[in-house]
């Protein structure tokens, strides 16, 4: 059973600093991994995905993989109080149209 | 943009009455989409993956004659609730996967489903 795991939180920043998400995975054949933010009431969005060891940036936010320890992360830079939101980790085995497997989320408050 | 829309975005039917949802990606092909359901506070709950032009493959758990659904082309797939009750109650989103490109998933707005 493929597994991604998250800590549920709440995880409370105080606005300007650097937030940072943590997301483990139990498939070692994993090859996408996609973070999305949740608001509540809404839908997700996806914010960043990375298929490649290391750091993908994109203006605030940086994605940071490393398939030998089978972790992702998600670091945003300056915390804004509209960064607070629900983060949800998924990963999918291949380059195929799959489904994903979710993390329960990590709840996210931003404290002005 | 990866654009998905759903229509509609609310609705409130008697129970015992059938409801459709449509999910449909603007701007671009998607030869597969995904339907969730979401319970307030829980987390997403993958109900199936509809295949353009072949039956949808639905998880454990989830009563195929319930939640009917039909991927009739590469934009558009609908979810069919038959027969609601209470219960059905929920937060109903899809999710399409862009066909020849990174197969990111993108999600629709979502529809909030009341049976009374």
């Known amino acids: 059973q493929k597994e991604v795991e998250q800590n549920s939180g709440p995880l409370s920043v105080p606005e300007g600093a650097i937030a940072s998400l943590n997301c483990t995975y139990s498939?070692?054949?994993?090859?996408?991994f996609f973070w999305y933010r949740q608001y509540s009431g809404k839908s997700p969005e996806l914010i960043m995905s990375i298929y490649s060891n290391g750091d993908k940036e994109d203006g605030r936010f940086t994605a940071q993989l490393n398939k030998a320890s089978q972790y992702v992360s998600l670091l945003i830079r300056d915390s804004q109080p509209s960064d607070s939101a629900t983060y949800l980790c998924?990963?999918?085995?291949?380059?195929?149209?799959?489904?994903?497997?979710f993390g329960t989320g990590t709840r996210l408050t931003i404290i002005p | 943009g990866a654009v998905v829309s759903q229509h509609p975005s609310w609705v409130i039917c008697k129970s015992g009455t059938s409801v459709k949802i449509e999910c449909r990606s603007l701007?671009?092909?998607?030869?597969?989409m995904f339907w969730y359901r979401q319970f307030p506070k829980q987390s997403l709950m993958l109900m199936a993956t509809?295949?353009?032009?072949?039956?949808?493959?639905?998880e454990q758990g989830v009563e195929k004659d319930k939640f009917l659904i039909n991927h009739a082309s590469l934009t558009l797939s609908t979810l069919t609730v038959t027969s609601a009750h209470p219960e059905d109650s929920s937060f109903y989103i899809c999710?399409?996967?862009?066909?020849?490109?990174?197969?990111?998933?993108?999600f629709g707005p979502g529809t909030r489903l009341t049976v009374t």
């Open positions: 998924a990963e999918r085995p291949n380059f195929g149209n799959e489904k994903l497997t």
């Open positions: 498939d070692r054949g994993s090859q996408s």
């Open positions: 701007d671009f092909q998607a030869t597969t």
């Open positions: 509809s295949n353009e032009g072949s039956k949808a493959t639905y």
């Open positions: 999710s399409a996967g862009r066909t020849g490109g990174s197969y990111e998933q993108y």
